[in-house]
């Protein structure tokens, strides 16, 4: 030990002791981990004594004290705090600002009786847009009904976004002053105010918003459409069907989209018409809306919208046919996959993965292979590596030996992907390739062959999966320790228990998750002692792991 560590203030003595005057002493020290520590301790011990100290703290030239300072004052809940906060709202540092933001909803849930909301309230007219949006967020969090005309207020300013969004999180109480807002004379607060009626998805919102859709003399209809269709009311079908044909071309673009959201089998036909017209605009809306809707009776249309000139009604074709899931767009799809539009064929690769049809897979097969740039828009490799991860989900084991040979691929995302693909597809074939992998120091996709060897559950993957809890990657650790887990072979319950006293903090709660896979009776002990670990994520893991130790122990009996 040092000679000068004799001196230093035993913080941890101190807060066992709960002396709060030589805490507050502390804060004053020379040392700013002793500082830290003091404030640290006051916070868990929570008494008001220390909350001027702490105000003071807010002003230390170290920033993370003065974090730490805001979070204690969150924990003592003492309204004295909230001005002080609401001055660290400016601080230069941005986590200060997060720390005292988060105080300031601890201290309004603390007192009931809301005395720490008004000047809380006030704030919001404070010029500094930073102040506003934090004071916007924190109103949103506690959901109070006081700050509902404040913040429609603030709808036309530069947090104008931030008050929106804690609008919607006070959701359902703010429903009537939003509806009485749309006749506002403001622009800015009717627009933010629809926006709001959408998100809430409150019901009494859809007659108000037909009113603003049905008035043509009104600036909003494009918006209300909007609105409405996030509220998905099957009341607003008819009424935005009947806007199709209107003048106002954005009106015409919101409803098109609106009707997709709302998923109502009317508007199949009026958008059919629609992807047969002229507009290349109202084309791809039109197939991405028949999309959502996800009706087998647009098929037809929508495998003939695969021809289309424009490539972005191409290729949300393609991505409709895969949300409807027909196999009888199958071999349409498949031809997509020569367009010379990057997107098209991303979005045909997609669905192919979503359909999940046998047919794909020679095709998917023979994209791994380009070597060229046969396409714009996006890169071939890309292209490649997303052909790769389709093949895991379509799942066949047809696939299997061309992804092990593309293992060894130039391109990262390629490899990578394939690895994955080999984990879902699930074939035991490919447990030696990855296995030989794995042992590759130098390889750059150990984390995902890991996972994949779990995924398979092979227990001829034990013994290197246990190696690689060694591993000085910390992603490959991990993801052997939960593989070993997956596996469930008992072999591996002594390692998980090494990593688990001694690793680092993710890998201990890895650790933590796969001994509960495991199940085995050996870990309950130190899974206990693991539950008083100062990590909370630990806590959480072997906590979870040991009631599916007792879960399986009780299913046995």
Request: aromatic share 4%; with cysteine; charged share 30%.
């Amino acid at each position: 030990m040092r000679i000068f560590d004799l001196f230093k203030p035993n913080v941890k003595k101190m807060e066992t002791k709960g002396d709060i005057e030589s805490l507050i002493k502390a804060l004053k020290d020379k040392n700013s981990d002793i500082r830290l520590s003091a404030a640290l301790a006051l916070g868990n011990i929570g008494n008001p004594r220390a909350v001027e100290p702490l105000i003071q703290s807010l002003r230390d030239e170290k920033s993370f004290i003065r974090q730490r300072a805001a979070w204690a004052l969150g924990q003592i809940g003492d309204v004295r705090s909230v001005d002080p906060l609401i001055a660290a709202l400016k601080d230069r540092d941005l986590y200060c600002q997060e720390k005292a933001r988060d105080a300031l909803i601890n201290i309004i849930k603390v007192n009931i009786g809301n005395e720490a909301l008004e000047p809380i309230i006030f704030a919001l007219r404070d010029n500094d847009v930073a102040v506003q949006k934090n004071i916007a967020y924190v109103l949103g969090i506690t959901g109070d009904a006081k700050a509902i005309k404040p913040l429609l207020f603030t709808l036309d300013s530069g947090a104008h976004e931030a008050a929106r969004d804690a609008l919607i999180n006070i959701g359902c109480t703010a429903v009537e002053a939003l509806v009485s807002t749309l006749n506002n004379e403001n622009y800015n607060l009717r627009k933010n105010a629809a926006f709001a009626l959408g998100w809430i998805k409150d019901s009494r919102g859809v007659e108000p918003l037909l009113q603003v859709l049905r008035d043509e003399g009104s600036d909003m209809r494009a918006i209300a459409a909007t609105a409405l269709g996030w509220i998905k009311d099957a009341r607003a079908v008819e009424p935005l069907i009947s806007t199709l044909e209107d003048k106002d071309c954005d009106l015409r673009k919101n409803a098109t989209l609106a009707l997709g959201w709302i998923k109502d089998s009317r508007a199949i036909k009026p958008l059919v018409n629609m992807l047969e017209g002229k507009n290349k605009d109202f084309r791809w809306r039109a197939a991405f809306a028949l999309g959502q809707i996800g009706d087998s009776s647009a098929v037809r249309p929508l495998i003939k919208a695969l021809k289309d000139g424009d490539p972005d009604v191409r290729a949300n074709a393609a991505l409709a046919l895969g949300l409807i899931k027909d196999p009888m767009c199958i071999d349409n799809l498949i031809d997509a996959l020569n367009d010379e539009c990057g997107y098209v064929v991303k979005r045909a690769i997609e669905s192919l993965g979503s359909i999940r049809d046998a047919r794909a897979v020679k095709p998917l097969i023979k994209i791994l292979w380009w070597d060229y740039d046969r396409i714009y828009e996006i890169d071939v490799n890309d292209i490649r590596a997303l052909a790769a991860l389709t093949l895991g989900k379509v799942g066949y084991a047809s696939s299997v030996d061309d992804l092990i040979r593309i293992l060894n691929a130039a391109y990262f995302n390629v490899r990578y992907n394939a690895a994955l693909a080999l984990g879902q597809i699930g074939d035991t074939k490919a447990v030696e390739a990855l296995i030989r992998v794995l042992k590759t120091k130098e390889s750059d996709i150990r984390a995902p062959v890991a996972w994949a060897l779990g995924k398979i559950g092979d227990t001829r993957a034990v013994d290197v999966l246990i190696s690689a809890l060694k591993d000085k990657d910390i992603d490959v650790a991990r993801k052997a320790a939960l593989s070993l887990g997956m596996i469930g072979d008992k072999r591996a319950v002594k390692p998980l228990i090494k990593k688990l006293k001694s690793g680092t903090w993710k890998m201990q709660e890895s650790a933590a998750t796969a001994l509960g896979m495991i199940g085995d009776a050996r870990a309950i002990k130190h899974l206990t002692k693991a539950q008083e670990h100062e990590s909370n994520d630990i806590q959480t893991a072997a906590a979870l792991a040991l009631d599916k130790i007792k879960c399986d122990k009780s299913d046995l009996k």
